[in-house]
């Protein structure tokens, strides 16, 4: 049988996630471990790799949301043929195609059925010539609207005009247009300074209901870095915290983490917001899970997010900046995070007001 490749339960609340890249490509030929294709869902990118050996056959293109155990993809082995149902959906698009003169024989690499609210949007398969790449097809005769109140994902056009109306340009399917890539960054921090000012503060509030934790002491030295940047000082009147846990996701806000006493950092940190806070510049934290280096995902339109991953045998921190280079470019981001490395290891101007 086939291996199959769904998409796994990201975490509490998660339905599901977004194919964001397939690194193997359509007929590819992928070994057990391979990685397979990119998985995004909130700040969480995940890769899917292979359980097998064989050919990688897509299901759904990148850039279409899944649910949770929606199928993607298969990887085939020697012999092997697709699921019976996408092979009967080819025969009946075969037997369709007979009546155009000028026909070609065709074979489908996949139909996405499900968007993201759950809609089926009748998503036309890509066409293939049998043994080549993919070729455009005459425009199929139904045209396929959205429900009122519901987003259109894809579109397929037809080739039937009411007298007046416009030519409709031949193409099968038409894909929402790419975001540019955000840039990585990466370094790493010892935190030993860090983990003292910590136990200090412990004592010194002991009669107070609050916890001083590694991600709070992050978030003040990302504040003061964004209000020393002069072009990055509008992204520090509001930071957000993602903090992963086993349970799930829990969001906090910080307002002007830069200002202030660095109490009040720590306060606003014991007040979890409902959501997702959404913010220009946001920090992630995976350290409940002891990961050694963690790449968060960009929302659309935040200027940057900082990942923080801490193995669990050592005090040192990865903090992985990923970045939108239109809105912070390369100098200007090294230098972030260069500043924030700094305040790290020697973290006690970060109590002064």
Not at 47 to 62: F, L, M, N, Q, W
Not at 109 to 135: M, N
Not at 137 to 150: D, S, T
Not at 165 to 175: G, H, L, R
Request: overall charge negative.
């Amino acid at each position: 049988m086939p291996s199959t490749l769904t998409v796994p339960r990201l975490g509490k609340g998660s339905p599901g996630g977004l194919i964001a890249e397939w690194y193997a490509p359509e007929g590819a030929t992928v070994e057990p471990g391979d990685r397979v294709f990119r998985l995004e869902s909130g700040f969480i990118s995940i890769d899917i790799e292979a359980e097998s050996k064989g050919i990688v056959r897509h299901v759904v293109p990148a850039g279409i949301p899944q649910f949770e155990g929606e199928t993607v993809g298969y990887v085939l082995g020697q012999g092997e043929r697709m699921p019976a149902d996408l092979a009967a959906s080819e025969a009946d698009v075969a037997a369709g195609e007979e009546d155009d003169e000028d026909s070609i024989a065709v074979s489908f690499i996949g139909t996405a059925t499900v968007g993201a609210f759950g809609e089926d949007l009748g998503v036309p398969p890509v066409p293939k010539v049998a043994g080549g790449e993919p070729v455009q097809l005459r425009p199929r005769r139904h045209l396929f609207e959205p429900e009122e109140g519901k987003p259109r994902l894809w579109e397929q056009v037809t080739d039937e005009k009411e007298p007046g109306d416009e030519p409709i340009p031949n193409s099968a399917v038409v894909p929402a247009p790419a975001r540019p890539r955000p840039l990585v960054m990466r370094v790493a921090v010892p935190m030993t300074e860090a983990a003292r000012i910590r136990e200090q503060l412990a004592i010194e509030w002991k009669d107070e209901p609050l916890q001083v934790r590694d991600e709070a002491t992050i978030v003040r030295a990302v504040g003061h870095a964004l209000q020393e940047r002069i072009p990055l000082k509008p992204y520090g009147e509001s930071v957000g915290l993602s903090l992963l846990t086993t349970d799930g996701p829990e969001w906090y806000n910080v307002d002007r983490p830069g200002k202030g006493p660095f109490k009040g950092v720590v306060r606003s940190l014991s007040n979890v917001v409902d959501e997702d806070p959404a913010r220009p510049v946001t920090v992630v934290s995976y350290r409940a899970f002891g990961i050694d280096s963690a790449e968060p995902r960009l929302a659309d339109g935040a200027a940057m997010v900082l990942g923080m991953a801490q193995p669990v045998i050592t005090t040192a921190a990865t903090l992985t900046l990923v970045y939108d280079p239109e809105q912070v470019d390369d100098h200007l981001a090294a230098a972030f995070l260069g500043r924030v490395r700094e305040l790290l290891v020697q973290p006690y101007a970060l109590l002064a007001e």
